[in-house]
C-alpha cells in the first residue's frame, strides 16, 4: 500500500505559477513511475485528466498537450516526493489536481494506476 499527499495547492492569478508536491509513504516509492491528473469542476471521477507522468528514474516524461511546455513533472526518490511545476497558468487550469502512482511507467502510459492520493485544489482566476 502506497499513501499519497498532495500539497501546494491555491488560488492565483492568471499568468503565475504554482508547485505542487505529492509526498508518498514508502521506502519503495523509487520503482514505482508517478502521474498527475487533474479534475475539473463539474467533472466526475471517471473524467479526470491525464496532466504528466514520469519514470521511475524520472528519466522518461509525459505530458499533456494542453500543458506541454508550461508544466514540469518532476521527483526527488530521496524524499519520495513527486513535484509538477505549473508555469504560465490558465484559468482552465482550475481542477482538482491528484497524483497517482503506478508499478511502471508502461502502467502509467496505459493509465493504470494502482494508488491516488486526495488531491489539492488549484484554482487560477482571469
Known amino acids: 500500500q502506497v499513501q499519497l499527499v498532495e500539497s501546494g495547492g491555491g488560488l492565483v492569478q492568471a499568468g503565475a505559477s504554482l508547485r505542487l508536491s505529492c509526498a508518498a509513504s514508502r521506502r519503495t516509492f523509487s520503482s514505482y513511475a508517478m502521474g498527475w491528473f487533474r479534475q475539473a469542476p463539474g467533472k466526475e471521477r471517471e473524467e479526470r485528466e491525464f496532466?504528466?507522468?514520469?519514470?521511475?528514474?524520472?528519466?522518461?516524461?509525459y505530458y499533456a498537450d494542453s500543458v506541454k511546455g508550461r508544466f514540469t513533472i518532476s521527483r526527488d526518490n530521496a524524499k519520495n516526493t513527486v513535484y509538477l511545476q505549473m508555469n504560465i497558468l490558465k484559468p482552465e487550469d482550475t481542477a482538482v489536481y491528484y497524483c497517482?502512482?503506478?508499478?511502471?511507467?508502461?502502467?502509467?502510459?496505459?493509465?493504470?494506476?494502482?494508488?491516488w492520493g486526495q488531491g489539492t485544489q488549484v484554482t487560477v482566476s482571469s
Open positions: 496532466v504528466a507522468a514520469s519514470r521511475w528514474d524520472g528519466g522518461s516524461t
Open positions: 497517482a502512482a503506478a508499478y511502471d511507467y508502461d502502467f502509467a502510459l496505459r493509465g493504470e494506476y494502482a494508488y
